[in-house]
């Protein structure tokens, strides 16, 4: 009776994983991409997002004058502008897509995100 539960999970876990691994690019990287990524792009990334912070500390007292009025969500537009999509940018961004989609989904090799 276990052996005819377990079975049973796991075909019933076999079609989300097969559609998952559908979804995956099969593209291949050059060298000179990859070094492009490990010497340029993710350490800039990195450093926009520290100096982010520490603009976005520097200008707290500012976005706090800027969020009196409605909606008040001027800190919430600061962080995501000045920390946020720099972190994206370099932690969460596929290899070889350089465009920048303020929304966070780096899925567009071709770098025409959709508004």
Request: with cysteine.
């Amino acid at each position: 009776m276990k052996f005819r539960i377990v079975l049973l999970l796991v075909f019933a876990f076999m079609k989300p994983v097969s559609v998952l691994a559908e979804d995956v690019q099969k593209t291949y990287f050059g060298v000179d991409d990859v070094v492009v990524e490990i010497l340029l792009a993710r350490p800039l990334g990195l450093v926009a997002t520290i100096a982010g912070i520490g603009v976005f500390a520097g200008i707290s007292p500012l976005t706090a004058l800027a969020s009196i009025p409605e909606p008040h969500d001027a800190f919430v537009k600061t962080a995501d502008a000045l920390i946020f999509a720099p972190a994206w940018f370099t932690f969460e961004r596929p290899l070889g897509v350089y465009c920048f989609d303020p929304r966070g989904f780096y899925t567009d090799p071709n770098c025409d995100p959709a508004y």
